[in-house]
């Protein structure tokens, strides 16, 4: 279903919008010139000295004094419905396949921990400066810690991976447990719950995969314990 999800940018946008707010800790604080500590003693007389009239020192003008509408702690998050956020992920990854760049990759649970055996594998899947993200099935304890301390390198479960991580990333490897587990369903539902909303969209964008065979973007690699990189099958391009 992820190959032939229409899925409005609009959509697209409103999801990375909402995460990129919701890692907003929104604890700066500033003093305001009611807040600052300094004498209130109005600095020389109103009038007869040829200056502009002042009171005290913590007016914003004055170095030591307050700061005009100074920003105090606020709560940045947004919400974005459940309907929506799952259609937006499934139409982050329809992008990723029509741009070619979705992998579906089998035998990661044979991985051992090393770091050295993942980084040699990413490095025949993508360029040198490509950022990956690799989304699981589940929490993996040896994948994450094998990937983890390779840079430009995330990993993710499928079930808290978000629209925000999809785009980020250049390419994006999918463990084959993701598609034959049964909490991947499809978005046709969400399709027509938001379908009448972004008709008047002008961006309502991604045009759904005309091709019959599509799925043949997504090439299966298969790496074994011994084998690592030699069973290696690129993705058709057409």
């Not at 907003?24 to 600052?36: D, I, K």
């Not at 587990?181 to 027509?192: F, G």
């Amino acid at each position: 279903e992820i190959t032939k999800a229409k899925v409005p940018a609009v959509l697209l946008s409103q999801a990375v919008r909402v995460f990129l707010a919701n890692q907003r800790q929104g604890t700066q604080s500033a003093l305001t010139r009611a807040e600052v500590n300094r004498t209130r003693k109005k600095i020389f007389k109103q009038k007869g000295t040829g200056h502009a009239r002042h009171g005290d020192r913590k007016a914003p003008i004055f170095v030591g004094g307050g700061i005009a509408f100074a920003p105090k702690p606020r709560d940045y998050s947004l919400d974005l419905g459940t309907k929506m956020s799952r259609l937006a992920k499934t139409g982050a990854m329809s992008l990723k396949v029509k741009e070619n760049n979705l992998l579906v990759v089998s035998g990661l649970d044979s991985v051992s921990g090393k770091t050295s055996q993942v980084a040699k594998f990413l490095t025949i899947l993508s360029k040198d400066k490509d950022k990956v993200l690799l989304i699981t099935d589940k929490l993996n304890d040896k994948i994450y810690r094998a990937a983890r301390n390779i840079a430009g390198c995330q990993i993710a479960p499928w079930n808290l991976v978000n629209t925000y991580q999809i785009l980020w990333a250049d390419k994006v490897l999918v463990m084959e447990e993701v598609f034959t587990n049964k909490n991947l369903s499809s978005a046709k539902a969400e399709e027509r719950t938001l379908q009448s909303s972004f008709r008047q969209s002008s961006t309502a964008g991604l045009k759904a995969n005309k091709s019959s065979n599509s799925n043949k973007k997504m090439g299966v690699i298969n790496i074994e314990k011994k084998v690592t990189v030699k069973k290696v099958v690129k993705v058709r391009k057409k």
